[in-house]
């Protein structure tokens, strides 16, 4: 501990007096009135404009644990970077959050959420911190900071500023005034009491009991440019008054837990629970090696990528969720739950280290999911993602919603068999483009048989029923000497312009006469 700073020169330092005493802000945000084991959690973006699959994942994980204790989930937008576009950035999170039915529940009382609107909160503590010896006003420049780590390096040691290299760290009040009498606006830095030949001990929900050295490092606490929290301090002020029982975050947030712990000790707070999550990795197709999904190689990586081209956002949540709760699925096939959220998530359980996030996996959840859907239910997904996301052609297919009804409605009546090759809202469009003639692509590489065709066309009648229209083509194949189901094939490769589709009386009754007839008529 140093000597703490008088009031005046406090208000001076910071650029201001500071709005509340530490007690103040805590009758302002009181501990919450919830049930035994509620958990409060909170996502926290910082708004790039760009939201990693990871993040999401973190979100999932946030929401679930809060919806399944009936506790809070929060979203607090961590926008101290002002240099950043916000606005639309902000969007892309409320958007992505929003279209995957992910609800948070800010109650007013504990906002702000947004953290460049908490500065009155930070310098509070700030000021706290000052007073108490436990902070102090830095004004090393950046060439000086860049000279120090040049020292440091050459030496080898550990960069930063800590101990001796700390220069202003028993700065006296005088000078502290020569320097603002001068105009420079400080960086506000912890006086650290650490020391790394000590370790610190605290138990990770995934990663369980874990020892870390103790942080030497002064570390910023408000920066000099804009007076905002550095991503520590912000962590420590809004967690705590906020109230979040439980931090889940990235695993690349590891590394800092003995600061945070050092500082929520230093203030004589309760820690949070923390759950650091592993990364989500894929197997890369050139070296086969399992590496982090990746921004820069990864359309995946981006969370709008999913929404982009229509995946089922339900099916993703149940296959991240069977990634995070492994025994989900077999409680799922067993009829035991009906989706994740119906089924306990533990935190201990959520795995701790890189595991795969499987395109090829997602498919087949895409698949069951999508087959469980009643045909309006579908189309309607189909319809809204054609109008948010969809091409020219995409939205000329959805023009006529009876039609793409009906169109989808093949092979979903029996329960036993529904078709399960729809993956995407996107694929499934593509999937049944054929029904609209201005998609058809006529297949002219197949061999057909004209008998079979002619035959057809005379005996063809659109009203009989599929016994009849089926003792017909057995008829034609016999009279040309061919199977009944090479005679078949012939029918659907000249409708559909495909050799595998669903059942072909069902696509003839949607085409319709004149479509039937123009497409036999187009191969003779
Ligand atoms: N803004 C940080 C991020 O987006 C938040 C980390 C945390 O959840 O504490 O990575």
Known sequence: MRNGLSKDLIARVLGGAPKYTLDELEAKFPPRQLPDGAFVTRFAPSPTGYMHLGNFYSALIDYKLAQQSDGLFLLRIEDTDTKREIKSAVNVVLNALADFGIKYSNDEQYGPYYQSMRKDIYHSIAAYLLEKGLAYPCFLTQTEMDEIREKQKLAGLATGIYGEYARDRDISEEDIIKHLDNGEIPTIRLYSNGNPETRIYFKDFVRGS???????????????????????????????????????????????????????????????????????????????????????????????????????????????????????????????????????????????????????????????????????????????????????????????????????????????????????????????????????????EYEYNQDVLNGFLETWNESDDKDTWWNKVVEVANKCGVKPGEAAMNLRVAMTGRTNTPDLYSIMQVLGDKRVRERVMQHI
Do not use: C
């Not at 590496?291 to 089922?312: C, M, T, V, Y």
């Open 210 to 444: 874990i020892s870390l050295p103790e942080n030497n490092e002064d570390i910023v606490l408000i920066k000099s440019t804009d007076r905002l929290p550095t991503y520590h301090f912000a962590h420590l002020v809004d967690d705590h008054f906020m109230r979040i029982t439980h931090v889940v975050r990235g695993e690349e947030y590891f590394g800092t837990v003995a600061l945070h712990i050092q500082m929520f000790r230093m203030m004589g707070w309760p820690l949070p629970n923390y759950i650091h999550t592993a990364t989500l990795d894929k197997i890369d197709e050139e070296t086969g090696k399992q590496r982090k999904l990746s921004k820069r190689h990864d359309p995946e990586a981006n969370i709008a990528f999913f929404l982009e081209q229509g995946w089922p956002t339900d099916a993703v949540i149940e296959y991240l969720g069977n990634i995070l709760a492994p025994g989900y699925e077999e409680a799922k096939i067993k009829g035991q739950v009906k989706s994740f959220w119906d089924y306990e998530l533990r935190p201990k359980k959520i795995p701790a280290s890189g595991f795969l996030f499987d395109m090829k996996k997602l498919e087949w959840w895409a698949k069951e999911y999508i087959a469980t859907l009643p045909v309006d239910i579908l189309v309607k997904h189909v319809v809204d993602w054609a109008n948010e996301y969809g091409s020219e052609d995409n939205k000329r297919q959805i023009a006529d919603v009876d039609y793409l009804t009906s169109v989808l409605a093949i092979e979903r009546d029996n329960p036993k068999r529904i078709r399960k090759d729809f993956i995407t809202w996107q694929q499934t469009l593509t999937e049944v483009a054929y029904f609209w003639d201005f998609l058809f692509v006529p297949n002219k």
